[in-house]
């Protein structure tokens, strides 16, 4: 009976833990125009243990990446990367001309007020990947930082 109830209480302590590692805060998605057929994502995610953001997904889009933003002689220009590292305890900001999840080929406009759904998966430096859902709001196109290819 001892040993039943604890291994038990292990698991869910196990389970708790895998699923507190990440912390995503203030996602939003950049809503876009008719014919628009790329927009990013942006948010703030701290893992605790620290770890690499290595995939992302969203039925919206056809295709999902993680891109960062690099001056290329005096052009800023975007470009996909395999991961992004998430050092331990440190929110690393997702933002307009800086790091982003680039949806692609979207499968219709998005307007301010909805909500997209997103996937983000993160391997710790365990090697064991987390899985995090997101309900991610879509705000109106802002005027400034443009965000072409
Ligand atoms: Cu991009």
Known sequence: ???TTTGIAALILTAGSALAQTT???????????????????AQITSAQGGRLVSASSPVAGVVEIH????EGDVMRMRAITALDLPAG???????GGYHVMLLDLKQPLKAGDS??????????????????????????????????
């Open 24 to 42: 995503v805060t203030d996602p939003w998605v950049r809503g876009t125009v008719a014919q628009q057929k790329a927009t990013g994502m942006f």
């Open 68 to 71: 960062e933003m690099k001056m």
């Open 1 to 3: 009976m001892f040993k």
């Open 116 to 149: 997209v759904p997103v996937t983000l998966v993160v391997e710790g430096t365990d090697k064991k990947r987390e899985t995090i859902e997101l309900k991610v709001p879509v705000r109106a196109l802002a005027a400034a930082a443009a965000h072409k290819h």
């Open 90 to 96: 440190k929110a690393v900001s997702l933002k307009p």
